[in-house]
């Protein structure tokens, strides 16, 4: 995560993982962690995934999440083109996100 900001130029405040909560998705305590170590209420932390899966598991633990589409991930139509379960947005990369949640 940090080549990915460093060669595009994104600016983070905080790449969180599993290892911070000492457990793995799905399990809540990872999403809760990751919010409670930015000392925000779990409703200002954005989940941004291309699994649903995942974003699932974090809207249950009480954060906000965005889908963003890798419908060519697991090779040619594998992976997911749309997210199947409800999520807050949805984006076809980081720029069409940031858009939506920065309109002009």
């Known amino acids: 995560m940090v080549d990915l900001a460093r060669r595009n130029g994104f600016v983070w405040d905080a790449v969180l993982g599993a290892e911070l909560a000492r457990d793995y998705k799905p399990s809540p305590v990872v999403y809760q962690a990751a919010a409670a170590s ?12 291309a699994h649903s899966a995942d974003l699932a598991a974090a809207a249950e633990a009480g954060l906000r ?5 890798r419908p060519d991930e697991k090779g ?29």
């Not at 930015?38 to 995934?49: I, Q």
């Not at 999440?65 to 589409?69: E, K």
């Open 65 to 69: 999440t965005a889908f963003i589409a």
């Open 76 to 104: 040619p139509g594998r992976g997911e083109s749309g997210a199947t379960v409800p999520v807050d947005w949805h984006a076809q990369d980081l720029a069409d996100l940031a858009a939506q949640l920065m309109p002009d």
């Open 38 to 49: 930015l000392d925000c209420p779990r409703d200002e932390v954005l989940m941004v995934a």
